[in-house]
């Protein structure tokens, strides 16, 4: 089995359990591609949605990109984890998730 990359949609909620997730390596790498699709900021999380299961998702969430810049991201991401490691590319907005990821997680890219 292969590295995934979902795009998911979490629910709006309150119940929603997130995690700041530092990784140097796959930070490094996603920088330079994050500055060529015109990412603003990019966060990794580890995140836990009753709505979906009781198994902790990793976020990759990024504000900026385009559907086209989404879809290379993800395709660069797929490229390094490790197999079986699934990885969910969410865009942030105006919601609970996103404002959680922004006051929790400290972002590895800034443009």
């Known amino acids: 089995m292969t590295s995934t990359i979902h795009s998911t949609h979490y629910a709006d909620s309150p119940d929603l359990a997130l995690a700041a997730l530092r990784h140097p ?13 015109a990412v603003r900021e990019a966060y990794l999380a580890a995140l836990r949605d009753p709505a ?14 385009d559907v086209r810049g989404q879809r290379r991201l993800a395709a660069l991401v797929a490229e390094l984890l490790p197999d079986e490691v699934e990885l969910d590319l969410i865009e942030l907005a105006d919601d609970n998730l996103s404002r959680a990821v922004r006051e929790r997680c400290q972002a590895f890219y800034c443009a």
């Open 25 to 37: 390596t796959l930070e490094q790498a996603l920088s330079s591609a994050c500055a060529q699709l």
């Open 52 to 65: 979906i299961g009781p198994q902790p998702r990793l976020l990759l969430a990024i504000s900026g990109a």
